[in-house]
């Protein structure tokens, strides 16, 4: 693996870990910072926007600690796009620990007719057909529904129905369980009850983050325009202007995105096509014009 795969890998657990820190701190010294789902210090709090916007609509009126992280949240993702899904959020390390995944391959050269033209997903004059990603674009698909059921049984029933088992929160919500058990001997029935829904959605539920998450859905509604880190390709370098049909690229995205594309709204800045790429030829560029770089 290349030197700048292996620091994507180091800097994606360093930002996953660090979420954990404030809970750790918190629960050792009684602080009550909170988790990710919820978190705060005085009178400065913010809840996940899935979360708010189920406060909002339980409540029925303007909750204004809600509103307030609702709309700081919506304005980072515009900015950064879905990052939170391999940057901070804690379920796709532990679906790799459960199902490790494989690396992805260079197909040998294509046979393609000449009669076949190069498209914008690949290299102009490369004479392959286009890579492309099943889930290329901007559209709605299954999370939505579930996204949208959220809401109405949070309307129907007065509360946040999907905080009972959103997996994020269920993860904090163990640690905090294992933390009563172990460190104030104060065992509850959640030191189990907890673990085992949280397994049933990532280890079951094997495709949750690309079937089933409405967060994941939530923040995909706004992220088609993010002008933050963007994956950039060189066509120069890309196998596919050399007549090679690679598609490692796509092979490897854990969202099954093209980085070709124009437009990739589910892209969680993972950086595995710049980690996969047999001969780097794709960086992640950082700023509005694109002019950094993080290899």
């Known amino acids: 693996m290349a030197k700048g795969g292996r620091t994507w890998r ?52 303007m909750v204004p600690r ?58 102009a004059g490369c004479g392959l057909p286009p890579v492309g990603g099943e889930r290329d674009g901007f559209r709605l698909d299954s999370r939505h529904a579930v996204l949208a059921g959220a809401l109405v049984s949070t309307a129907v029933f007065g509360f946040p129905v999907f905080c009972l088992v959103c997996p994020v929160g269920l993860v904090f919500a163990t640690l905090i ?6 460190a104030e001997q104060t065992p509850t029935w959640s030191l189990f009850v907890f673990p085992a829904i949280l397994l049933v959605e990532v280890v079951l539920f094997r495709k949750w983050c690309r079937k089933l998450c409405p967060l994941g859905a ?16 060189d066509a120069g370098a ?24 124009p437009c990739i709204p589910e892209c969680t800045k993972c950086g595995l096509c710049a980690e996969r790429c047999p001969h780097q030829a794709i960086d992640l560029r950082l700023g509005f014009t694109s002019t950094k770089r993080l290899r």
């Open 177 to 182: 369980a294992v933390w009563a058990a172990f």
């Open 66 to 123: 809600a509103a307030v992280s609702l709309v700081a949240v919506v304005a980072i993702v515009l900015l950064v796009g879905r990052a939170f899904c391999s940057w901070l959020c804690p379920i796709p390390p532990i679906q790799r620990f459960f199902r490790p995944g494989k690396k992805a391959a260079c197909r040998p050269p294509a046979d393609v007719g000449a009669e076949e033209a190069s498209c914008s997903s690949c290299p």
């Open 218 to 233: 939530l923040m995909s509604l706004l992220s088609c325009k993010a002008p933050l880190v963007k994956p950039h390709v």
């Open 10 to 61: 180091r800097l994606r657990a360093i930002a996953c870990l660090t979420a954990f820190l404030p809970v750790g701190i918190g629960l050792a010294l009684h602080t009550g910072w909170g988790t990710l789902s919820s978190m705060g210090a005085g009178a400065v709090a913010a809840i996940c926007p899935l979360g708010a916007l189920e406060t909002l609509v339980a409540s029925g009126t």
């Open 238 to 261: 890309c196998l596919r202007s050399k007549g090679v049909d690679c598609r490692v690229c796509v092979d490897a995205c854990p969202e099954l995105l093209d980085p070709h594309s």
